[in-house]
């Protein structure tokens, strides 16, 4: 067994992000606690998973500030400040959606950091450009910025699940430096 883990870590290296079956949630928790930064959330398509997520690890409202669930559009316009424009030209489910999305989060809830998330969770609403599981994640911290699309239909609940993970993944490599994330 010793063997093998040494390979898989060889294998793995730094996208190992904990080896003692830490949550994720009490991993990002941990880290941002450990760097003194508040956390906000932007979300549609996983309406307030996320959030839940964050606020089931005891003392997490040292780092975490609160959630707009912005299903509507006119919610993301008005609470998250998305341009109409951008909505009209690009649609909700998009990177630039949620790119706005996590930086209006951040400045309604003054937070140090975000995440966002607006998708096609299905069953139904998938078209021929954005199919059923399509969704578009952001995270942010200060001035950077790390989207990540995620594709494939396997489900609304399993779709919602996903998107929260890797929003969770999406920020906590973003903290790390982003390794794997678009970072802009």
């Known amino acids: 067994m010793d063997k093998e883990e040494s390979r898989l870590k060889a294998t793995l ?3 190992i992000f904990n080896e003692d079956n830490t ?11 450990k760097k003194g930064l508040t956390l906000s959330t932007a ?13 089931s690890v005891p003392g997490s409202s040292v780092y975490f500030k609160g959630s707009i669930v912005a299903y509507a559009n ?8 998305v341009s109409p424009k951008t ?3 690009y649609g909700a489910v998009s990177e630039e959606t949620v790119k706005e999305m996590v930086k209006g989060a951040m400045n309604s809830l003054k937070t140090d950091c975000a995440i966002a998330v607006s998708g096609i969770a299905g069953p139904d609403g998938g078209t021929k450009e954005k199919p059923t599981g399509t969704v ?3 995270a942010a911290y200060k001035e950077q ?3 990540f699309l995620q594709t494939s239909d396997r489900g609304r609940e399993q ?12 920020l906590l490599d973003l903290l790390n430096k982003g390794k794997y994330a678009k970072v802009q």
Not at 23 to 33: D, W
Not at 43 to 55: R, V
Not at 74 to 81: E, G, Q
Request: charged content about 15%.
């Open 87 to 89: 909505l009209e030209i």
């Open 74 to 81: 006119d919610i993301k316009v008005s609470l998250l400040n």
């Open 136 to 138: 578009w994640i952001a």
């Open 13 to 15: 290296g730094s996208d």
């Open 43 to 55: 979300e549609s398509c996983t309406g307030g998973q996320i959030a839940t997520l964050i606020t």
């Open 145 to 147: 910025t790390a989207t």
């Open 23 to 33: 949550p994720l949630e009490v991993a990002v928790g941990a880290l941002l606690k």
């Open 159 to 170: 779709n919602t699940k996903r998107a929260v993970t890797n929003g969770l993944i999406l």
